[in-house]
């Protein structure tokens, strides 16, 4: 069975790349993540070629993981970063990025945020509100900077065709402003003597069954701008697929870039993939505590819960379960769950799984975004290992050590009221 390129069973044991997983569990327990460097790169190349006819920048959406060794590796090989948060920045520049291939967009910027992005010449920002422009514009003149290149984000309105939580282009979504407030913003320009009214920008969702979304936010979009000739840098956003299940199908890239290309002529065109870049280059390897048969079901309960991988309780989330070694081909319908006190606490549900036991080792599959980034110390438990595997394939290394009781608790203090 092969997931992708890197990942895939060998002799009926599950490698990424060269390294067998279950080699790597045993030298830094579970739950862990792995993440293949190779099959992360690969991705964004695939993706650079795609849209090559654009000429399109692409800009990794740090939010889906921030992992220092996947930073440094897509800003070797050529990617800009989105960032939502100053912290996002501050981990994108101490993984070598460049302030100007920065892009940091987020309803809810800080002016303290705004100030230190500002300070760091970051190459743009995406606004959404338009007291920030203001907030922009003040912290520039403050600090003697000329032009802020900003490019605002509209509210197309649009429904995307995805899960309610990760639609955000529709009407009463939070994200954007709205065309007429884009257009009575850009009529009065001169209100904003740093500001660099440079682009748009739009993003109607994440994990986009279809184009027809995109397509629509982006003819709304030039609509709004065709008065303004100097504005001629488009963001498309991200939202771009990945398949979280075997052998499903995803929108045609070249279909979708065939139906960008006239409309784009003559613009600079930026991306921000996130899941797209990262998401099938990173299993979550967990190990069988208990098999438990009851009210006619059997439960796997792992070493791994929702506070390491959200996705399942948060979205109803499918991830593939492979053991890593495979032996016994006799399977039963069973709930992989783990041990948070929480009933939503169910990575699987109604899988045809084979007959494990206690001790065994799986991974859930496709988990490279949205899996660590998400992941918290709910129940007081310790935040996984993350390990990559190196571009070559044939090594990995550690680039996160698992948490221990003592980092949660190193930051509070008990209180002496005497």
């Known amino acids: 069975m092969v997931f992708n390129a890197s990942i895939r069973y060998v002799d009926d044991s599950l490698f990424i790349d060269g390294i067998a997983a279950d080699s790597i569990a045993r030298e830094v327990g579970t739950p862990a993540y792995v993440y293949s460097l190779k099959q992360v790169t690969e991705n964004y190349r695939r993706l650079r070629a795609a849209f090559a006819p654009l000429d399109a920048r692409i800009h990794y959406s740090v939010k889906a993981n921030g992992s220092l060794a ?21 981990r994108c520049l101490r993984a070598g990025a460049h302030a100007p291939d920065i892009v940091f967009a987020g309803v809810g910027k800080t002016r303290e945020e705004i100030a230190y992005a500002v300070s760091c010449g970051i190459g743009w920002f995406n606004v959404e509100n338009v007291a920030e422009l203001s907030y922009i514009n003040d912290i520039a003149a403050d600090t ?36 007429d407030v884009i257009r009575e913003v850009l009529s009065r320009q001169s209100d904003y003597s740093r500001l660099d009214f440079a682009g748009i920008h739009i993003h109607v969702g994440s994990q986009l069954g279809d184009t027809a979304a995109t397509l629509a936010a982006l003819d709304a979009a030039l609509d709004v701008i065709a008065p ?5 840098a488009v963001n498309l956003g991200g939202g771009l697929p990945v398949a979280y299940r075997l052998n499903e199908e995803q929108p045609s890239l070249a279909s979708l870039v065939n139906e960008l290309r006239p409309r784009l002529d003559g613009f600079e065109v930026l991306l921000e993939p996130g899941r797209a870049l990262v998401a099938d280059a990173g299993l979550l390897i967990a190990e069988v505590l208990y098999v438990k048969r009851q009210a006619g079901q059997v439960f796997y309960i792992i070493d791994a819960s929702m506070a390491e991988l959200l996705r399942p309780a948060l979205y109803d989330a499918h991830h593939e379960v492979a053991p890593l070694r495979r032996g016994n081909d006799e399977a039963v319908i069973a709930q992989v769950v783990g041990p948070v006190c929480e009933s939503a606490d169910v990575l699987a549900r109604d899988r045809l799984l084979p007959r494990l036991q206690a001790g065994d080792r799986v991974a859930l599959m496709t988990a490279g975004a949205y899996g660590m980034s998400m992941a918290s110390n709910y129940n007081a438990r310790p935040r996984p290992a993350e390990v990559v595997v190196s571009e070559a394939g044939d090594s990995w290394r550690f680039s996160r050590r698992r948490e221990t009781w003592e980092n949660m608790h190193m930051d509070e203090v008990l209180v002496n009221w005497a």
Request: glycine share 12%.
């Open 144 to 179: 003697g900077v000329d032009a802020v290149k900003v490019a605002l984000r509209l509210n197309p309105q649009v429904s995307a065709n995805t899960h309610p939580y990760m639609a955000t282009g529709h009407g009463a979504a939070k994200f954007g402003l709205t065309a």
């Open 70 to 90: 996947l930073l440094q590796a897509l800003g070797q090989a050529g990617a800009g970063f989105d960032c939502v948060s100053a912290g996002e920045i501050d």
């Open 228 to 232: 303004h000739p100097r504005i001629r």
